[in-house]
C-alpha cells in the first residue's frame, strides 16, 4: 500500500514527529475516559512511549547545535534559545514524575488531578513547539527582509 511505502521512505525526524503526534492524540483520547484499570494501562503504555521518544526527538533537534542557524544569525538571541533547549530536559523530567504518579497511589481517586496534570505537560509541550517553529519562522522572515 501507498502508505507503508511512504511511511518507510519517511525521515526518522518526520518519522519521530508522526509518532509523537499519534501519541499525543491517543493521550489525549485516554484523558477524558473515566479512569479505570484499563485506562491506567493505556496511560502507562503511552506515555512509557513517548518517555522513549523523546530523548531521541530532543538529541535529533539539538544534533550539530540546536537552532544554530538562528543563533548564528541573531546572536543576540542565544539566552532566547538555550531557554528553549533547558526545556527539554524540564519536558521529560515533568513527564517522567507523572509517569511515576501513575504508578503511585489509587489510580482511582488520583485520576482527575494526574489527567490535568497530564493535560497541563501537554500544554507546556504544545507551546514548546510552537516557540521553536515561531523563533525559526521571525529569523527566517528577519533574514529574508535584510537580503532586499
Same mark, same amino acid.
Given at each position: ?7 518507510? @521512505? ?7 514527529? /508522526? $509518532?509523537?503526534?499519534? !501519541?499525543?492524540?491517543? +493521550? =489525549?483520547? %485516554?484523558?477524558? @475516559? ?7 494501562? /493505556? $496511560?502507562?503504555?503511552? !506515555?512509557?512511549?513517548? +518517555? =522513549?521518544? %523523546? ?11 540546536? $537552532? ?22 524540564? $519536558? ?57
Amino acid at each position: 500500500m501507498w502508505h507503508e511505502t511512504a511511511v518507510a @521512505e519517511a525521515t526518522p525526524a518526520y518519522q519521530m514527529l /508522526a $509518532l509523537e503526534h499519534l !501519541l499525543l492524540g491517543d +493521550l =489525549r483520547e %485516554l484523558l477524558i @475516559e473515566e479512569p479505570t484499570p484499563h485506562t491506567r494501562k /493505556a $496511560l502507562s503504555c503511552v !506515555l512509557d512511549m513517548l +518517555l =522513549r521518544l %523523546l530523548p531521541s526527538q530532543f538529541a535529533m533537534e539539538e544534533h550539530g547545535g540546536y $537552532l544554530c542557524g538562528v543563533t548564528e544569525e541573531f546572536p543576540t538571541w542565544y539566552e532566547k534559545v538555550e531557554a528553549l533547549r533547558d526545556e527539554h530536559g524540564e $519536558l521529560y523530567a515533568e513527564l517522567l514524575g507523572l509517569r511515576s504518579e501513575l504508578d503511585a497511589g489509587d489510580f482511582q481517586s488520583s485520576a482527575e488531578r494526574l489527567q490535568q496534570r497530564l493535560a497541563d505537560w501537554m500544554e507546556h509541550l504544545a507551546s514548546h513547539e510552537e516557540a521553536e517553529r515561531s523563533i525559526v519562522h521571525i529569523a527566517s522572515t528577519l533574514d529574508i527582509g535584510e537580503g532586499e
